[in-house]
């Protein structure tokens, strides 16, 4: 319910997962990527499972674009135990899955590696190596699909709520991102 495709349907959301590319204009360096998709009712669980492999202590940057004026904003969380970050972050399942205003990245500076929960509610992997992430992708019926078109590609609607920007502050609070954007 947080990203819907557009009425003419350019894209009709399925699941499966492709590699890409993260070229980073600054640097010119290259990151392999994995662009995912899955059903509502595996994705939240497969976001969690995927944050395993980056290890026991992470970095976290919380995604928000709720004040559509100020734009897009991220917070940055560093160290923090694994285990903490996926308790709390299972209290605010629904708003994460739901808030097409929210998003959420895990990741590993030391490895490094990130796995990305975005607005759009699409996972994506950057780093190398891949293999693990898309063992865990393969468990759960998400399968490598060359041809797979994602919602960002086509003209898409978001959606919130003020109960969402309301749960968005209580989980920035509980995850130690006290900051105001409003």
């Not at 399968?143 to 920007?165: G, M, Q, W």
Request: hydrophobic residues 40%; contains cysteine; charged residues 25%.
């Amino acid at each position: 319910e947080a990203v819907r495709p557009s009425y003419d349907l350019q894209v009709v959301p399925e699941q499966g997962y492709r590699h890409d590319v993260y070229k980073d204009d600054e640097s010119n360096m290259t990151v392999p990527v994995i662009m995912a998709s899955a059903s509502a009712n595996v994705l939240f669980e497969l976001f969690m499972e995927l944050i395993e492999p980056l290890g026991s202590e992470l970095d976290v940057v919380l995604e928000t674009s709720h004040n559509r004026q100020a734009g897009h904003h991220d917070l940055y969380r560093e160290h923090i135990d694994a285990p903490v970050l996926k308790s709390v972050l299972w209290e605010f399942e629904d708003m994460l899955l739901n808030d097409g205003c929210t998003g959420i990245a895990a990741l590993n500076p030391a490895i490094p590696q990130e796995v990305q929960f975005d607005e759009h509610k699409l996972l994506i992997v950057y780093g190398k190596p891949l293999s693990d992430f898309e063992s865990i992708m393969r468990s759960y019926d998400v399968s490598p699909r060359n041809d797979i078109k994602f919602i960002t590609e086509a003209e898409h609607v978001h959606s919130s709520s003020d109960s969402y920007v309301e749960q968005f502050d209580e989980l920035k609070l509980r995850l130690g991102m006290d900051c105001n954007f409003n």
